[in-house]
């Protein structure tokens, strides 16, 4: 059973650059979050899909912020014209969705530096 | 609404001495509760988590967990603290519908002394 993976581990960039981060979940589970944490914070949730519907999405998710999970999969979260204010840890996390009792996973996160 | 609070920012305890961590929560109803461990630069690992039943929750490294419905609380313990438990801990809510998201507290940082 292998975990929740992301891609890439670090990233720097850019004022103004575009990033695009990848989660691949555990593999038989069908939905798929993802939460931003700031230092000294605990993670705060961004955006979730069921299957490849994304079903909600927080007012911390700008317009500059989009989130794909094409064929309920894999997801990306592409951040357009970054600023630096984006520098944090983007962390995915999984689960199966049985209607009850849901457990999320987490993957080792993204860690977002912009210059 | 719904929130966690986790009133300490940094515990520092000796090694193997015991360890108890404070959560507390915000909620109309009952909800579903979990501790997550975070190592420097690591993502989240699951240590517990609290459905319903049996108040007193078992997890792995040897924490358990009691929920108090009547301090709204899921205060985490450990009898004895090794060094390798050094990390930032979360607790975590769910409001245990369909929509799953976590609402987590600030974290506490766990500092051990050898």
């Known amino acids: 059973d292998t975990g929740v993976s992301q891609n890439p581990r670090h990233k720097i960039t850019k004022r103004g650059q575009n990033v695009t981060f990848r989660c691949d979940p555990i593999s038989e589970h069908n939905r798929l979050y993802w939460y931003r944490q700031t230092l000294g914070q605990g993670p705060e949730f961004l955006t979730y899909f069921q299957n490849e519907a994304q079903l909600e999405k927080s007012r911390l998710l700008s317009d500059r912020f989009s989130a794909e999970r094409p064929k309920g999969s894999f997801s990306t979260l592409e951040i357009q014209r970054t600023e630096q204010g984006d520098s944090a840890m983007y962390l995915c996390?999984?689960?199966?969705?049985?209607?009850?009792?849901?457990?999320?996973?987490f993957g080792p996160g993204t860690r977002l530096l912009v210059l | 609404a719904q929130s966690v609070t986790q009133p300490d920012i940094h515990i520092t305890v000796s090694e193997g001495a015991s360890l108890e961590l404070r959560c507390n929560y915000s909620y109309g109803a009952t909800p579903y509760l979990f501790w997550y461990v975070q190592s420097p630069g690591q993502g989240l690992q699951l240590l517990l988590k609290?459905?319903?039943?049996?108040?007193l929750v078992q997890g792995i490294k040897g924490f358990e967990a009691e929920f108090k419905r009547s301090q709204s609380s899921f205060n985490l313990r450990k009898p004895s603290v090794h060094w390798s438990d050094a990390a930032e801990y979360f607790c975590?809510?769910?409001?245990?519908?369909?929509?799953?998201?976590?609402?987590f507290g600030r974290g506490t940082q766990l500092t051990v002394w050898p």
């Open positions: 996390a999984s689960s199966l969705d049985r209607g009850y009792q849901e457990t999320q996973y």
């Open positions: 609290y459905f319903s039943g049996d108040t």
């Open positions: 975590a809510l769910d409001r245990g519908s369909t929509l799953g998201r976590l609402y």
